[in-house]
């Protein structure tokens, strides 16, 4: 048996595994180097504008671009106040302390993926 497609797939999947880590980790960086805020929930904060942009799309009558539009500007605004409110209820209490700004948001992350899980 032929080991090198074995080895060639190895590779690739090691390449896409290491691509992704990279822009995770170059993304993290940025944010913190920027806001010096490590916010690990942004990835469920764009799940949550998406799910609720899908909601609103649903829910609205009419046209589809009428839908549309109405999603494009009611799913930020929810996800933004969401935002607002997390960052005045719990990392300014931590004062932005990096440690305790990623455990928080990551049990913020786990919050909001199951309170979408659950609904949806």
Avoid at 35 to 41: K, P, Q
Avoid at 50 to 77: D, E, H, Q
């Amino acid at each position: 048996m032929a080991f090198g497609p074995f080895l060639l797939l190895a590779l690739m999947e090691g390449l896409v595994t290491a691509a992704v880590l990279a822009l995770a980790a170059s993304g993290l960086s940025l944010v913190f180097g920027v806001m010096r805020v490590v916010n690990v929930a942004h990835g469920a904060f764009f799940m949550l504008g998406a799910v609720l942009a899908w909601a609103v799309a649903s829910i609205v009558p009419g046209p589809p671009a009428l839908a549309f539009l109405s999603a494009l500007l009611i799913a930020p605004l929810l996800v933004a106040s969401l935002a607002g409110a997390a960052d005045g209820l719990i990392l300014k209490r931590l004062n932005y302390d990096p440690e305790a700004t990623i455990v928080a948001t990551i049990g913020l992350l786990y919050m909001i993926q199951q309170a979408v899980l659950a609904l949806y």
